[in-house]
């Protein structure tokens, strides 16, 4: 199983901050495989990335991803009130495991 | 726009079978690309995979709960269900439906999402 390591387990920013948040993986997956996703309380997952770049319909270009191999990267531009919630990784290469999250708090 | 929705008692009593459904609108589940997933979320912690299917009845599990799992799928309802054997309080978490991308016939991510429903364990 490819176990999926997110870091860091919080991060407290200001609005307007840039976020960068990290998913590593035990073994090397394809980035056709990587996805991300966005959860706020009481809601279910987001997509906002597929392919490890690829934005889902509707997300806004602040967000972008990237990465190869093990180390993937999600990077929010410009933090908006609305961005403060939880993000997962999910891999699919071998199995499909989700990250255990970062959670993006306000400072 | 494609809609997913749980369905199911919230309460299951220990090594008792836990059932959902999950009914599809405005989409078949027919649709030649994409396979059905569930997804559960313990209380306060991450996801986790249970399970997707494909209209024509292929299923991929969770090796950690292959042993207790099964995902049906209904065509003529457009629907489909998931079955947890033998639950124990650590099963207690919040169920979604979604649909899984395939992608060179394999699985891909979750572009839509049902609302989830909570599923507790408990005598």
């Known amino acids: 199983e490819i176990v999926l390591t997110q870091s860091p387990g919080t991060l407290s920013l200001s609005p307007g901050e840039r976020a960068t948040l990290s998913c590593r993986a035990s073994q090397s997956i394809s980035s056709s495989y990587l996805a991300w996703y966005q959860q706020k309380p009481g809601q279910a997952p987001r997509l906002l990335i597929h392919a490890a770049s690829s934005r889902a319909t509707g997300i806004p270009d602040r967000f972008s991803g990237r990465g190869s191999g093990t180390d993937f990267t999600l990077t929010i531009s410009r933090l908006e009130p609305e961005d403060f919630a939880v993000y997962y990784c999910?891999?699919?290469?071998?199995?499909?495991?989700f990250g255990g999250g970062t959670k993006v708090e306000i400072k | 726009q494609l809609q997913l929705q749980e369905s199911g008692p919230g309460l299951v009593k220990p090594s008792e079978t836990l059932s959902l459904t999950c009914t599809v609108s405005d989409g078949s589940i027919t649709s030649n690309s994409y396979y059905w997933g569930w997804i559960r979320q313990p209380p306060g912690k991450g996801l986790e995979w249970i399970g997707s299917?494909?209209?024509?009845?292929?299923?991929f599990y969770n090796p950690s709960l292959e042993s207790r799992v099964t995902i049906s799928a209904d065509t003529s309802k457009n629907h489909f269900s998931l079955n947890l054997s033998s639950v124990t309080a650590a099963d207690t978490a919040v169920y979604y439906c979604a649909r899984n991308m395939r992608f060179l016939e394999w699985l891909s991510y979750f572009d839509y999402w049902g609302q989830g429903t909570l599923i507790t364990v408990s005598s």
């Open positions: 999910q891999q699919c290469g071998s199995s499909l495991t």
């Open positions: 299917i494909y209209y024509d009845g292929s299923t």
